[in-house]
C-alpha cells in the first residue's frame, strides 16, 4: 500500500501564492497518473489539475487555468500544485491522489489507488 502525504498549506492573502508538495512511496511514480482534488466546506470534491504518467499531459479546471500549475519531479517522487493569485474561493482541503486515469477532471478521487490525508489551504480577503 503506498504513502501518500500532501503539505505546504497554510494561511494566504487573496493575490498571494501557496506551492503544495505530495510526497508518494511507490515504485511506479514515474508512470502513474496524477492529479489534485479539493474539497471546500458545504460542497463536493473537484478536481482541479492533473498530470499524466506518459506523454506529460496536464489537464486543468476552468476555476484555475492560467493560476495553478502542477508538476512533478519523479526523482523525488513528488507531485507540486503552484497556485498563485489566489482567491477566497480556492480555500479548501487539497487532495493528491496517485493511480488512476489520465485526466481526473472526468472522476472522483476515489477512482484513483492511493490519496492523502490532505492539507488545507485558506485564503483570506
Known amino acids: 500500500q503506498a504513502q501518500v502525504e500532501e503539505s505546504g498549506g497554510g494561511l494566504v492573502q487573496a493575490g498571494g501564492s501557496v506551492r503544495l508538495s505530495c510526497v508518494a512511496s511507490?515504485?511506479?511514480?514515474?508512470?502513474?497518473?496524477m492529479g489534485w482534488f479539493r474539497q471546500a466546506p458545504g460542497k463536493e470534491r473537484e478536481a482541479v489539475a492533473c498530470s499524466t504518467g506518459t506523454g506529460g499531459n496536464t489537464y486543468y479546471a476552468d476555476s484555475v487555468k492560467g493560476r495553478f500549475t502542477i508538476s512533478r519531479d519523479n526523482d523525488k517522487n513528488t507531485l507540486y500544485l503552484q497556485m498563485n493569485s489566489l482567491k477566497p474561493d480556492d480555500t479548501a482541503m487539497y487532495y493528491c491522489?496517485?493511480?488512476?486515469?489520465?485526466?481526473?477532471?472526468?472522476?472522483?478521487?476515489?477512482?484513483?489507488?492511493?490519496y492523502g490525508q490532505g492539507t488545507q489551504v485558506t485564503v483570506s480577503s
Open positions: 491522489a496517485i493511480g488512476g486515469p489520465r485526466n481526473c477532471l472526468q472522476f472522483q478521487i476515489e477512482s484513483y489507488a492511493h
Open positions: 511507490t515504485l511506479s511514480f514515474d508512470y502513474s497518473n
